[in-house]
């Protein structure tokens, strides 16, 4: 059976949630892990800093594995990326289970890290490379609530065997983890190649033939599948002309403004990581017990944590392409700094004899971890999959993806020791960087919302490129042609054509200053000609109203 329509699409985007699935277990699944006794016994009673580099070791893995991608994911294509790298942690998983020792575990813990790495930078591209611009965001952001729930996973598996007197305790949960990487890599032989990878390999056929399934009864005629052929086509031979391959050239500035782009994108995710998330995920059983609680009361609290952390997960899905990127980074990010600074003072009285502060901290937790699932958990991984052009789009999502996990493993690394010696500090330091953060976004990030890829790859590029693509790429707009007729939401959402108008931050870099909007129509020639013109309902694919 070939999937097609809304069932390739909904096919596409269990997919990918079942890796951000696996990866929210993986980031759960250690805080259990380390306050088990007999972990700690077989591990031979490491001190805090070893217990850090346990936890935060992971993350080279996965800053090794995300980077590996640049290359890999553009020779192999995304879908067998994702493959290699659910058996890479499939073996990781292996040899976590069957550890004996500390150095059998952190060499576990980096092998199983370089496959998670692997996923998470490709499972954005490939769902992005998917979506259609109007949804892209939901879709993404579904894969992160997705996230939430392989954390909550975690935390309940433990907190159900912590009552379990045996190694079974620690190593059922480390087992766990294979079941989401052999669903993952079994789905990954199912579902079909990236049509932007696949066009820009020379597979011009399979392209279009992957367009037909996502949006008609396979109908490669169709005017909606000619017009985002065309414009995925000339978006590529756009990119070609000027040369942008390397990855040199993502550290140019260059016509295509790479350097920037890729700032952008490593600079979300260090401002995700960087927010505190991981200082309380990886270590919420210990935040709980520095507070006062039992370890049962503090693994209990920390699987209502997960629900909590869930449903804020759950409302990006329906406010993304509503408010936009830019609106949720700023609410965002305000209020964590707001409720770290509650979790803080809390702490502080705790430390300071008045055991009332208790739930406090609880509090300022849950609401921590519900904003943050609200608007950064998915944002990080959003925004630098839509950012780069097709070319330097697995290069570009290798960088910033990197970035997070070499974010994640200082993280990491440092929260024992903050916790050991900073103690409330700790909070406070997170909810004054969260604080900082809000500069960056209001100058230098632009919102995406609404914009195909193509669209996206025009935005930041110089006004020489953007005039080349009014007269050679007019492929370049179609699909919004399509939709702007065709959909009352895209349309409300796209009032004016997108690629020539200044993306709405505060400050761009001086070739970003605004040009004289297109007015010439299409050639007769090219699918958004026909869509405009000859386009009849009776035509219709099946993923339209």
Excluded at 57 to 65: S, V
Excluded at 167 to 179: G, K, Y
Excluded at 481 to 489: G, I, R, T, V, W
């Amino acid at each position: 059976m070939v999937l097609k329509g809304n069932a390739l699409f909904r096919a596409s985007t269990a997919l990918a949630g079942c890796g951000f699935l696996l990866f929210g277990y993986d980031q759960g699944v250690m805080s259990g892990v380390i306050a088990t006794e007999d972990f700690k016994r077989t591990m031979g009673y490491p001190n805090s800093a070893l217990v850090g580099a346990i936890v935060a070791l992971y993350e080279i893995g996965c800053m090794a594995g995300a980077l590996s991608t640049g290359k890999i994911g553009d020779m192999l294509g995304r879908r067998k990326t994702i493959r290699y790298g659910c058996l890479i942690l499939i073996i990781g998983a292996i040899l976590q289970t069957a550890s004996v020792n500390v150095g059998m575990m952190i060499a576990a813990r980096i092998i199983t890290g370089v496959g998670n790495g692997m996923n998470t930078a490709t499972i954005p591209v490939y769902q992005a490379e998917l979506s259609p611009p109007k949804s892209r965001g939901a879709h993404v952001a579904f894969e992160a609530c997705l996230l939430a729930v392989g954390v909550a996973i975690a935390y309940w598996i433990e907190f159900g065997l912590y009552f379990v007197d045996s190694p079974v305790a620690w190593r059922f949960p480390l087992a766990f983890q294979m079941v989401f990487a052999i669903i993952l890599g079994i789905a990954s032989f199912i579902l079909p190649e990236t049509p932007r990878w696949l066009q820009a390999h020379g597979y011009e056929e399979e392209s279009k033939v992957v367009l037909a399934r996502l949006w008609t009864d396979e109908d490669t005629t169709h005017p909606r599948c000619i017009a985002e052929w065309e414009e995925i086509r000339d978006g590529i031979e756009l990119e070609r002309r000027t040369g942008i391959s390397s990855y040199k050239e993502l550290f140019t500035k260059g016509k295509f403004n790479n350097r920037y782009r890729v700032l952008l994108g490593m600079g979300g995710q260090l401002i995700q990581q960087f927010g505190g998330i991981n200082a309380i995920s990886y270590y919420l059983t210990d935040v709980f017990m520095n507070a006062g609680f039992t370890q049962s009361m503090a693994m209990m609290m920390a699987g209502v944590d997960a629900i909590v952390y869930t449903i804020g997960a759950i409302t990006p899905i329906y406010t993304i392409e509503r408010w936009g990127r830019r609106k949720l980074m700023y609410l965002g990010l305000f209020f964590q700094m707001v409720t770290l600074l509650l979790v803080g003072i809390c702490q502080w009285g705790v430390e300071n004899g008045h055991p009332n502060a208790s739930p406090g901290v609880i509090v300022g937790v849950f609401l921590y971890n519900f904003v943050f699932g609200a608007a950064w958990l998915g944002l990080a991984w959003l925004y630098p999959s839509e950012i780069f052009s097709t070319g330097m789009r697995a290069k570009g999502n290798s960088m910033s993806t990197g970035a997070n996990w070499l974010g994640n493993f200082v993280v990491a690394e440092i929260t024992p020791v903050l916790f050991q010696y900073a103690k409330f500090w700790t909070f406070i330091m997170f909810a004054i960087l969260n604080a900082l953060f809000l500069i960056p976004i209001y100058l230098w990030y632009p919102e995406t919302m609404g914009k195909s890829l193509e669209e996206i790859e025009v935005l930041f590029a110089t006004e020489e490129v953007q005039e080349d693509a009014r007269s050679t790429a007019t492929g370049i707009g179609g699909t919004s042609l399509y939709d702007s007729k065709h959909d009352a939401e895209s349309l409300a959402q796209r009032p004016r054509s997108h690629y020539s108008q200044r993306p709405d931050s505060r400050r761009m870099p001086s070739n970003f200053s605004g040009v004289t909007p297109h007015t010439e129509k299409p050639r007769d020639d090219t699918a958004a000609a026909e869509i405009k013109q000859n386009y009849t309902e009776e035509k219709k694919g099946p993923n339209f109203k």
